[in-house]
């Protein structure tokens, strides 16, 4: 098999296609000819040395990809080999092929290409959970997406169309917006000529969102939780301000923690606000709860309510073209890697 090595930290050029054996699948596995994987700013980070749960360079990460079965561990019951399937994957989804536990494998509908089976597991998995499972976002309510033109933005701005009358902010630069509004965004927002805060505050005055997903860290998250109304909840599930020109920068990282908001239980209790993090590289243990949420995914795809946009695929030979692509802030949607 093909795998995409990061060989050590540092810019793109590190990246590195190797050849290896293909992996046999243990009881319980399913192995995966890998068609399309996708590619999220985590493994962009992990190149880049800040993604703490990455594994020790020389690597292979990737969490997503889509492709057939073409074998099947002891045990398997509900795959079966030649299966079009999406899988999550605790790396070395990067891969041409991949073996995963049964439980972190979907059937895709037939309608469903490869390219958009690898956009959907973790940008998806993500906004619906942060939506459905922590939140549970009713009609009528307000909701600020930060990165909206981004792969988890785009699954959430789709996802809060499915709930009546929920209004969407998104920030995104000012080129991305006719995407964002195509996508469900109502009120997008260049962040960099306005300040989002301010621009919320005069449209709804002042404590008024429901929810803000916050995607950026640091001081935003002091921000975002500032607009929440009473019973609003700030979900954290990434920290982009960390990133500063695909380098490691010691005082970036000082600088960050040092903007990060003091928040406590008398605090949130008092405010009658919540905090909530996400991170769905977590949520291994939880399988179950996490294929339950893939397969109403597949559902709601189907019903045509959600459909995965991939703005660009690259070979595995392009991976760095790729990472550049990703971390520049260029793409608006997913953003695919195949073999």
């Keep these: 098999m093909q795998a995409i090595w990061i060989t050590k930290h540092g810019a793109p050029k590190v990246l590195e296609v190797r050849e290896s054996p293909d992996p046999d699948p243990a009881a319980g596995e399913v192995r995966i000819r890998v068609r399309a994987a996708g590619l999220n700013f985590a493994e962009v980070m992990a190149r880049q040395g800040l993604y703490p749960d990455a594994p020790k360079t020389p690597c292979v990460v990737g969490y997503e990809v889509a492709g057939e079965v073409d074998a099947l561990g002891e045990g398997v019951s509900d795959v079966k080999v030649g299966d079009r399937v999406a899988a999550m994957t605790r790396f070395g989804g990067h891969a041409s092929v991949v073996v995963v536990p049964e439980a972190r494998v979907f059937a ?48 959430a701005l789709q996802l809060c169309r499915t709930v009546d009358d929920v209004t969407t902010y998104g920030t995104c630069s000012a080129k991305k917006h006719e995407y964002a509004r195509g996508h469900g965004c109502d009120h997008p927002i260049d962040y960099r000529s306005e ?29 975002g939780y500032e607009l929440l109304r009473s019973t609003g909840t700030l979900v954290a599930f990434g920290w982009a301000n960390m990133n500063v020109g695909g380098k490691r920068s010691l005082l970036r990282v000082v600088s960050q923690m040092a903007g990060l908001p003091r ?3 008398m605090k949130m209790m008092q405010d009658n606000r919540s905090i909530a993090g996400v991170n769905m590289g977590h949520l291994w243990h939880e399988g ?5 949420e893939g397969l109403a995914l597949m559902k709601l795809y189907e019903e045509g309510k959600i459909k995965p946009h991939v703005d660009r695929v690259f070979s595995f030979a392009e991976a760095a073209a790729a990472h550049e692509y990703l971390e520049s802030g260029k793409n608006v949607g997913k953003v695919v890697l195949t073999p």
């Design 288 to 292: 179950a709860m996490v294929r339950r």
């Design 195 to 223: 300040d989002y805060a301010e621009v919320i505050r005069r449209d709804l005055g002042d404590k008024q969102l429901d929810l803000v997903l916050d995607a950026l860290g640091g001081r935003d998250w002091k921000k």
């Design 108 to 155: 895709m509908p037939e309608s469903m290409s490869f390219e958009e089976g690898a956009a959907l597991p973790v940008n998806y998995l993500t906004a619906y959970h942060m939506l459905f499972e922590i939140k549970r976002v009713r009609p009528g309510e307000k909701v600020l997406v930060h990165m909206a033109a981004g792969g988890v933005g785009t699954a």
């Design 263 to 265: 928040y406590t239980p």
